[in-house]
């Protein structure tokens, strides 16, 4: 196991550099310069001046090599647009990108177990045929599309949650109190909501066919057959074993997240991760858009790593081979 | 009850405690919050490096200028100016313009305010090093130097018409004692910058990255107290999502509305009141004079005067304008805003002639030998391709009728959606046919047109290159003009020479509407900068609202 996970971490780190180096050529092969004459600056000499301060007249090469040098001494970089260390605005975002994947995956998952285990209990009757068309449509829906409908709805026509932000910037500017977090968690809902219904819709279709796939199952015929109560035969033998393919799809919604993220906490100017990315694109930051590329592809790999992990210990039948890298294989 | 219920209600009623819980109602006389949405967030308050508009806005309550442009925009001679951070100033000589600081101006620190703050500012304003965007325009100011410690003494060059514009309206002071020490290749990343300390009516209290900035009013400031107690920009990606949180109550200013489409939302909201007032930014169809992507020979199209000509005589810019943005746009007699005193709609512009450009067309060349629909000569295609930015649902929309109304002469254009970046990077390089873009006016004629149509601007903003020594000669006379009347004869006929030349095509010119919620009275808004008199605002007590009682 400890081999396999030493492996498994190496594995992680080739694939952030892989990312990271990916993204910093993109970017900088991408059309477009960090700072141009135009509409906002009308002296070429101060960008002149302000790409020899940077750096940014250097080869691509030299460029990447002092990028690295300066990663491997924890140093993000400086950004060209936010002029601030890249490391700061991170520190800034990062948390509430954070807070706002954790209460999508959170609404993500509680309403799609529950949709999902009701949807198979019921399997094939009206409930079930109403849910499973509902979940489809839910699940069809463009997300910047659900975002904008739900402001409109909840935050324009009944005004019962805020229009963008994190907080009150009147009574809350931090979250110093009980009723500052309470306006945090008000602030949250509808983005998380979008972000979460979507997920949601997909986790309960997924639930679905994985309860009725373990119900099909030999030791499910002989729990019902020996007397079990249903409810105990639902919790203790067919969720639990239908709970493997939940930790898989854990692994592959983390990454949806945060892509997301992006367009959710555009649109509620959620103060994120997602929202520093796309302003970075936009102003051709070089070092920002990096960055969150390696922030974002750490915190993929991490989950992945984590589902991988759940996954071995919730399921005795899984084995790994000792020189498998990233494979895991059952019994 | 079950154990864990219980959990769940104590849970539960400590949160409900939580939201209720009371906080300190103001009792002062000036109590009031000020909520804008704004667009985009500042990168630092640093006057001097302080570009975009919100940090304009946010600076304005800041720091001080020595004095600033009155109601009537008049940038020529100093009597239309109203002092600030000056409490007088004289002539001494024509070249040289003595500054008296008030003696009850006071740095937030408590530091009192001198002429060695405002010799300071100067240098460090016109120092390569700082890269201060607003350089280029003190370039003729020669020095500022201190008489004694309220007395400051600016010398020009030269001799002109906005000597004293240019000595006030582009700086604000500085404190020496503060920012002496930090090196001046750092001042952009200066820590100064996102913590600043002013001497301007309202106090630096806080900065939520990404999310708001806070002031709160200065009770001891010298020019009086500061109408409403705290100001709050909030920070908003996005325009649509700025209305919709005016409309939803939840700020009380958006100081700029925009599609047209969306003024008629906000007017649903009973609570937000309308303040029409004039715009800064004309927009136009720029033509690139010089070849796509070599900038050494003249474009094949656009390199032809008459063929420009005739391009801009079969667009009907005034139907365009009214269909488009109704009530909220004009069409600018020339490269300018209607900011600009010069504005005058008399002046000589090409008329909307649609048969006068297809016999235009005819006459050089241009006619459809292979009945293809499009207009032809030599083998070559009248077509051209159209960049608009991706950002600017108007811009796109405003190529899209262009590009209707040159098929109707047999004109073939494709449009190119690019982002900003991309944008800028093609038209400064000179890679692009013609392009959707927008010009930003401060009060100066001088400056903007200078800078973007002269050959001065070349390599910079004249990005349609652009060069015709006639005009050149005109706006160089203009700006050294020494009477308002004479350098509008000149401006007049500098504005009529290009028109003729039609190196773009002069769309519109929005003007701007401001949605400020209806409590908020003594509403002035100058032009060049909506927030320049925010401290004269006011709140009545009989108007306030629960957010203005709020002790943070």
């Keep these: 196991m400890m081999a396999w996970l030493l492996r498994r971490l190496a594995a992680s780190v080739a694939i952030i550099v892989a990312v990271v180096t990916f993204v910093f050529v993109l970017i900088h092969l991408a059309p477009g310069k960090p700072c141009a004459v135009g509409e906002g600056i009308t002296d070429p000499e101060i960008c002149r001046q302000l790409v020899r301060q940077f750096g940014l ?17 924890g140093n993000l970089g400086y950004s060209f647009a936010l002029h601030r260390p890249v490391r700061d605005a991170i520190a800034d975002t990062a948390p509430f990108t954070l807070q706002l994947a954790g209460a999508a995956l959170v609404f993500d998952f509680t309403l799609g177990l ?37 402001l409109l709805l909840f935050g324009e026509k009944l005004p019962l949650f805020p229009v963008g932000g994190a907080s009150d910037p009147i009574l809350c500017p931090t979250v110093d109190s009980l009723y500052c977090l309470a306006d945090r968690i008000w602030h949250l809902v509808l983005p998380a909501a979008t972000l979460g219904l979507v997920g949601a819709a997909g986790t309960a279709r997924f639930q679905r066919s994985a309860m009725l796939e373990v119900a099909k199952q ?59 990315t796309v302003d970075a694109i936009l102003q051709r930051d070089y070092a920002v858009v990096t960055a969150t590329a390696l922030i974002a592809s750490t915190m993929v790999v991490t989950g992945s790593l984590i589902a991988d992990i759940l996954l071995v210990l919730a399921d005795p039948r899984i084995r790994i081979h000792d020189d498998a890298v990233g494979d895991i294989v059952t019994a | 009850m079950p154990r864990r219920y219980e959990l769940l209600s104590i849970l539960l009623a400590v949160a409900a405690l939580g939201a209720c819980e009371r906080r300190q109602l103001c009792q002062a006389p000036d109590c009031g919050t000020l909520v804008d949405a704004a667009i985009g967030e500042p990168r630092t308050l640093l006057p001097t490096s302080a570009e975009e508009t919100t940090a304009q806005d946010i600076d304005e309550q800041l720091f001080l200028k020595l004095a600033d442009v009155g109601p009537s925009m008049n940038t020529v001679g100093d009597e239309d100016f109203q002092p600030l951070l000056a409490e007088k100033w004289e002539w001494d000589g024509p070249l040289t313009l003595v500054f008296h600081v008030d003696p009850r101006a006071r740095w937030h620190d408590g530091q009192k305010v001198s002429a060695v703050d405002v010799a300071f500012t100067f240098d460090a304003y016109t120092d390569s090093a700082v890269a201060s965007p607003f350089r280029a325009q003190l370039k003729r100011i020669a020095s500022v130097t201190v008489r004694d410690s309220l007395t400051a003494v600016f010398r020009f060059r030269e001799r002109y018409q906005e000597m004293f514009y240019d000595a006030v309206y582009h700086m604000r ?84 509305i925009l599609p047209p489409e969306a003024i008629e939302r906000v007017r649903t909201a009973p609570q937000v009141k309308l303040y029409p007032y004039r715009g800064t930014v ?34 009907d810019r005034a139907s365009l304008v009214k269909s488009t943005l109704g009530d909220i746009g004009k069409v600018p007699p020339g490269p300018m ?111 903007g047109i200078a800078q973007s149509w002269t050959r001065a601007g070349i390599g910079g903003s004249n990005v349609t290159r652009y060069d015709n020594p006639e005009f050149d000669r005109l706006v160089d006379r203009a700006i050294s003009a020494m009477s308002r009347d004479q350098a509008k004869q000149y401006w007049r006929a500098a504005i009529e020479t290009i028109n003729a030349d039609a190196p773009g095509i002069f769309l519109y010119a929005l003007d701007n509407v401001a949605g400020i919620h209806q409590r908020v009275d003594n509403v002035q808004i100058r032009p060049d900068s909506w927030a320049a008199l925010l401290r004269t605002w006011r709140i009545p007590p009989d108007r306030q609202i629960d957010r203005d009682r709020v002790e943070p």
Excluded at chain 1, 117 to 141: H, M, W
Excluded at chain 2, 341 to 347: A, G, K, N, Q
């Design chain 1, 57 to 73: 007249d250097q080869p691509i090469l030299v460029q990447y090599w002092r990028y690295l040098v300066e990663l491997a001494h």
């Design chain 2, 337 to 447: 805003s209607s900011l600009l005193w010069i504005w005058d709609p008399e002046v000589r512009q090409l008329p909307s002639d649609t048969v006068q450009a297809v016999r235009i067309l005819n006459a050089r060349g241009w006619r459809d030998h292979d009945g293809d629909g499009v207009r032809d000569r030599d083998g070559q295609p009248l077509a051209f391709r159209i960049m608009v930015p991706s950002t600017s649902m108007l811009r796109r929309q405003y190529a899209q009728l262009l590009q209707e109304r040159f098929r109707l002469i047999g004109v073939h254009v494709e449009i190119d959606v690019v982002d900003g970046s991309v944008m800028q990077e093609r038209t400064t390089s000179g890679k692009y046919d013609a392009a959707m873009l927008s010009r930003q006016n401060n009060p100066s004629p001088g400056t």
């Design chain 1, 218 to 276: 030999d030791f499910v015929r002989t729990a019902r057959a020996k007397g079990l109560p249903e409810r105990r035969i639902v919790l203790r033998h067919q969720l639990r074993n239908a709970l493997l393919s939940f930790i898989t799809r854990f692994g592959l919604t983390f990454p949806f997240l945060l892509t997301g993220a992006v367009l959710i906490e555009t649109i509620f100017a959620w103060p994120g991760m997602g929202r520093l």
């Design chain 1, 114 to 150: 529950g949709l999902g285990i009701y949807q198979a209990l019921r399997a094939n009757r009206l409930p079930d045929i109403v849910l499973g068309n509902i979940t489809l449509f839910v699940y069809s829906l463009p997300t910047f599309w659900l975002a904008l409908l739900l």
């Design chain 2, 282 to 315: 004309y927009t136009y169809l720029g033509f690139n004079l010089r070849a796509n992507g070599d900038t050494t020979k003249p474009h094949p199209i656009f390199g032809d005067r008459e063929v420009r000509r005739a391009l801009t005589m079969a667009v």
């Design chain 2, 173 to 256: 002071v500085l404190p020496a004692h503060l920012l002496r020490s930090v090196p001046r290749d750092q001042w952009k990343t200066a820590p100064f910058g996102r913590q600043p300390i002013g001497d301007g009516p309202y106090r630096f209290v806080s900065w939520q990255a990404r999310q708001a900035i806070e002031l709160r009013s200065d009770t001891t400031f010298f020019l009086g107290r500061p109408g409403i107690r705290r100001l709050i920009w909030r920070f908003t990606p996005d325009m649509g999502v700025a209305i919709t949180q005016l409309i939803a109550d939840q700020v009380d200013v958006r100081e700029q």
